[in-house]
């Protein structure tokens, strides 16, 4: 199914508000899942739609909990995120820490009983936008074998890195695996298969098979490197959150657990320098390719958005009926907001991501 962004977008809305999810949390959830799509990441796109939905339905998820915030010092904020929206919980503590961080030079929120975050880098580009250096951190379920080893122990855990610059920040989003678990599912989804060393089945073995790979594991990416690197952040994530870890991990792939993941961010702020020259030079850098232009992280994804808006995002057909077939699919069907909780309106947002970006 071919179809322009704000025609997704204003579905994943319509969805969500019938979900009893208010309107701002709506648009928020909405456009960070087609931020996504948009960027050439469907596996943290509209394919997460659904289970959510199907969370909100049946009580794995609040639409309305925005987080339970705690100051532990004057610059760290632990926030028990009450199984509210990923982005709306994440968001709200991320504006919260801000003035911390200008305050400081640095502050951190770590947060619990949060779902899906989706699109880490999205996050860490917006606080870039804002002018501050942003790592952020997650979990997730036991997806990824050990080097050396065949059963999955580690989660993706992913690692995205912002960095102000002109005219558009550095901005690396990366998991810790060969690819998401979600890009497993997106390939069984259209039937597409994996490329070899992406995957083992259950038993140990490689696979192409997108099916079954979804009951096997990843593979780490970099070999012993990518493994290190994955374990090392999921071991720090859970050392300053206190969530579940490994495979006690559970709630952003199925829809009947609450999710226990952690999620962390730090901010930095008060840098006297500009990377902007230093991206400049690599960009200008003599290319392997003549016809194509070294690029750095967010480069592609960036212009990938810029396609996207101008000629409309591809969503897999089954996916598509799924969607519009589900209950509040049709406008008519959509919660006004008025009706909405009067506190869960007021969601501080960071600026918007522009589906015109």
């Given at each position: 199914m071919?179809?322009?962004?704000?025609t997704a977008q204003s579905l994943a809305e319509r969805l969500l508000i019938s979900a009893g999810v208010p309107g701002p949390a709506a648009l928020q959830q909405a456009e960070l899942l087609l931020v996504a799509e948009a960027k050439g990441m469907p596996s943290h796109g509209l394919l997460r739609l659904p289970r959510l939905l199907r969370r909100l339905a049946n009580g794995t998820a609040s639409p309305t909990n925005t987080g339970r915030h705690e100051w532990l010092s004057p610059c760290y904020l632990s926030v028990d995120g009450e199984q509210g929206l990923g982005p709306v919980v994440a968001v709200r503590a991320l504006e919260a820490v801000i003035p911390a961080a200008a305050r400081h030079g640095v502050a951190v929120c770590s947060i619990t009983n949060n779902n899906h975050l989706g699109m880490l880098g999205y996050y860490a580009g917006r606080m870039a936008e804002r002018g501050l250096v942003c790592l952020g951190m997650t979990t997730s379920e036991a997806l990824v074998h050990p080097w050396g080893g065949t059963e999955a122990m580690l989660g993706t855990n992913p690692l995205a890195l912002g960095v102000p610059a002109q005219p558009h920040p550095l901005v690396l989003d990366m998991a810790t695996s060969q690819i998401s678990m979600g890009k497993v599912h997106d390939h069984a989804l259209r039937g597409v298969p994996l490329e070899p060393g992406w995957a083992l089945d259950a038993a140990g073995n490689a696979?192409?098979?997108?099916?079954?790979?979804?009951?096997?594991s990843i593979a780490p990416f970099g070999g012993a490197k990518g493994y290190g690197l994955g374990l090392g952040l999921g071991a720090m994530v859970t050392f300053l959150t206190g969530a579940a870890y490994g495979t006690a991990v559970g709630g952003t792939l199925d829809d009947h657990r609450p999710s226990n993941k952690g999620d962390l961010f730090i901010l930095l702020s008060g840098g006297r320098y500009s990377a902007t020259d230093y991206l400049d030079q690599v960009r200008g850098s003599r290319r392997a390719d003549p016809a194509t232009p070294v690029a750095v992280p967010g480069d592609r994804a960036r212009a990938r958005h810029r396609e996207s808006v101008a000629n409309g995002i591809d969503i897999a057909d089954d996916l598509w009926r799924e969607l519009t077939?589900?209950?509040g699919a049709q406008p008519e069907a959509a919660r006004p907001e008025a009706a909405q909780p009067e506190a869960?309106?007021?969601?501080?947002?960071?600026p918007a991501a522009a589906l015109a970006e």
């Open positions: 071919h179809t322009d962004l704000a696979t192409i098979d997108p099916v079954a790979a979804k009951s096997g077939a589900w209950p869960a309106q007021s969601i501080p947002a960071l």
